[in-house]
């Protein structure tokens, strides 16, 4: 099946600092998602980025699909985006995801 | 609804003993998917339903597992002679179509003793 990984698996900031979180994925997909899983076990979805770059506040997202990445871009972090971030992809009618990265935001 | 709802939210079992988890997944939505996800890893599909079509279940990892959606609306995961291995968090996923995004429920927690 697809495979795909995510680094780091682990990001330690200071808040107001960015980061860039990546997402590999090893065939070609439908579909792309990054979510967040805040410490309640939420998933909450970021964004559906099939191709091309997307913007929501702080967050942004890019898809080279010809590539097989995608990058997720956190600007000016705040202690409340701390959690895990996954990528899932979509191939054929299932989502599967990477192994996220652990994202803390210190104050 | 407005969102995917899943009960119950908790849920501890004694080993052997037999659990239903429910899925309520957004209004219209025909698609539903249940994924399981052990800690500190992503969640891992177990089973996918388009209305009341089970046309996916390879996810699930036993005969222990079985899954229904008889009107192709709220779903139950049913889980028999639950064992340790068994705990995890159990969350369910909706969507309007293949291929169009997932909305997932806040999961149920389940912890077999």
């Known amino acids: 099946g697809i495979q795909v990984e995510q680094s780091p698996p682990d990001l330690i900031l200071q808040e107001g600092a960015n980061s860039t979180l990546r997402c590999n994925f090893s065939?070609?997909?439908?579909?792309l998602q990054w979510f967040h899983q805040n410490p309640w076990g939420q998933l909450i979805n970021l964004f559906y980025?099939?191709?091309g770059t997307k913007q929501n506040g702080r967050l942004s997202a890019t898809t080279v699909a010809t590539e097989r990445y995608s990058l997720l871009y956190i600007s000016s972090s705040q202690t409340t985006d701390s959690g895990v971030y996954f990528c899932?992809?979509?191939?054929?009618?299932?989502?599967?995801f990477g192994e996220g990265t652990q994202l803390t935001v210190n104050p | 609804g407005a969102g995917v709802s899943q009960s119950p939210r908790y849920k501890v079992a004694k080993r052997g003993q037999d659990v239903a988890l429910r899925c309520d997944p957004i209004?219209?939505?025909?698609?539903l998917f249940w994924y399981q996800q052990a800690l500190g890893q992503g969640p891992e599909f177990l089973t996918y339903?388009?209305?009341?079509?089970?046309?996916?279940k390879s996810g699930l990892p036993s005969d222990r597992f079985f899954a229904e959606r008889p009107e192709g609306s709220v779903s139950t995961l049913k889980i028999q002679r639950t064992q340790q291995e068994d705990s995890a968090v159990y969350l369910c996923?909706?969507?309007?179509?293949?291929?169009?995004?997932?909305?997932f429920g806040s999961g149920t927690r389940l912890t077999v003793v």
């Open positions: 996923a909706s969507s309007s179509d293949v291929g169009a995004g997932y909305t």
């Open positions: 980025i099939p191709s």
């Open positions: 065939d070609s997909v439908n579909n």
């Open positions: 209004s219209g939505h025909v698609s």
């Open positions: 339903f388009q209305n009341e079509a089970q046309l996916d």
């Open positions: 899932a992809v979509v191939s054929g009618s299932r989502l599967t």
